[in-house]
Nanobody, 119 residues
């Protein structure tokens, strides 16, 4: 089992920045990929970005490219999401997730952290 705890959410004005963190514990040696997802009110959960735990290779969904950057510090078992130029539509609960099989499957989830962007 892998346990995940997010932090860093909050209220920010449009155009501002936030950095989310996700601390992993437990069987972290088995982690293959970690990612960020978000869910806005009344909408389905959507993928935001992922990082290959061993290589550090990353992928961001189109709507956040150039604004968000995913990264990880494997020594600290922590993943980050630097969010710049935030927009109203970025308001959501952000979840971190981890998988130990491939880059698409996530079996472990955090509890989520609220990000609210105001005008």
């Amino acid at each position: 089992q892998v346990q995940l705890v997010e932090s860093g959410g909050g209220l920010v004005q449009a155009g501002g920045s936030l950095r989310l963190s996700c601390a992993a514990s437990g069987r972290t040696f088995s982690v293959y990929t970690m990612g960020w997802f978000r869910q806005a009110p009344g909408k389905e959960r959507e993928f935001v970005a992922r990082v290959h735990w061993k290589t550090g290779g990353t992928y961001h969904t189109d709507s956040v490219k150039g604004r968000f950057t995913i990264s990880r510090d494997s020594a600290k078992n922590t993943m980050y999401l630097q969010m710049n130029l935030l927009k109203l539509e970025d308001t959501a609960v952000y979840f971190c997730a981890a998988g130990d099989k491939n880059i698409y499957q996530y079996d472990y989830w955090g509890q989520g952290t609220q990000v609210t962007v105001s005008s």
